[in-house]
């Protein structure tokens, strides 16, 4: 919901929103929703971006979209270059950030952390369900976009608040983020054993990173079986199957936490 409602509230008709093309459902919403000029460039490919980018006429409001983390392949975004790009060309740099806090980042700020170019995105997404254990989300940028936001946004406006207890629950859960940054590296070394030990099998995790590990298996019916097989033996995977990824990419979904024994 947050991602629809800052994309929707922010381009419109005579506006282009620039997005990854494995970027999160909720973006690809957001862009449909908003009326604005739709554009697609391959995933995580920067000369792609760019020839998309320099055909948008000059002075047109310009929203480029990425995830820090994508969701199902657990590969960074190139953040140098799609900053470099923003600024080249004068685009408004929003990023969701809601697999990367808690996760990048030596004390878990994020992907801006991650690469020391603290300062260069103009609009964070980011969620409160996934390192975060509440619900709901946030925007955080400029006072004058949050304002205009606070005024602008139905969804905002029209929407119930967070109960006070998952408020609650969100706060205490950063302020661990912050003030405990031994899990994140606690984090990183289960996640590269994890990964290390499972290439070393054999098994084909794709480009990932982070701490969302794909297992290729191609069709959707040997992910189905193959989470059956690693359930039974107390290992918690979960099947990603079409549509959710192209025909034959089906894969098992493993998450790392710093609360895994090495």
């Not at 506006?15 to 970027?23: E, F, H, Q, R």
């Not at 862009?31 to 920067?46: E, I, Q, V, Y």
């Not at 270059?81 to 004390?107: C, N, P, R």
């Amino acid at each position: 919901m947050t991602n629809l409602t800052v994309v929707s509230s922010l381009v419109g008709r005579g506006g282009y929103v620039i997005s990854d093309k494995l970027n999160h459902a909720s973006i690809v919403d957001g862009c449909l929703m908003s009326g604005a000029k739709f554009l697609r460039f391959r995933h995580n490919d920067m000369e792609d971006l760019e020839s998309r980018l320099e055909n948008i006429p000059d002075g047109a409001t310009k929203l480029l979209i990425a995830d820090a983390v994508f969701s199902m392949d657990g590969d960074v975004i190139d953040f140098p270059k799609i900053v470099e790009l923003s600024q080249k060309y004068k685009a408004w740099l929003m990023i969701d950030e809601a697999h990367s806090v808690g996760v990048l980042g030596k004390t878990g700020r994020g992907i801006e952390e991650h690469f020391g170019m603290e300062g260069t995105i103009d609009i964070k997404m980011g969620t409160l369900s996934k390192t975060i254990p509440s619900v709901g989300g946030y925007v955080a940028g400029k006072q004058d976009l949050i304002l205009f936001l606070s005024h602008a946004s139905r969804a905002y406006i029209f929407s119930a608040a967070l109960p006070p207890a998952q408020a609650a629950a969100a706060n205490e859960s950063f302020k661990v983020i912050l003030d405990e940054p031994w899990r994140m590296e606690k984090l990183k070394a289960n996640t590269d054993q994890f990964i290390n030990g499972l290439q070393e099998r054999g098994f084909d995790t794709m480009e990932t990173s982070t701490a969302i590990v794909p297992v290729l298996c191609g069709d959707d019916e040997r992910a189905f079986a193959l989470t059956r097989a690693a359930q039974s033996q107390d290992l918690f995977v979960l099947p990603v199957v079409s549509p959710a990824v192209p025909p034959g990419l089906a894969r098992l979904r493993a998450t790392v936490t710093a609360a895994h024994e090495t």
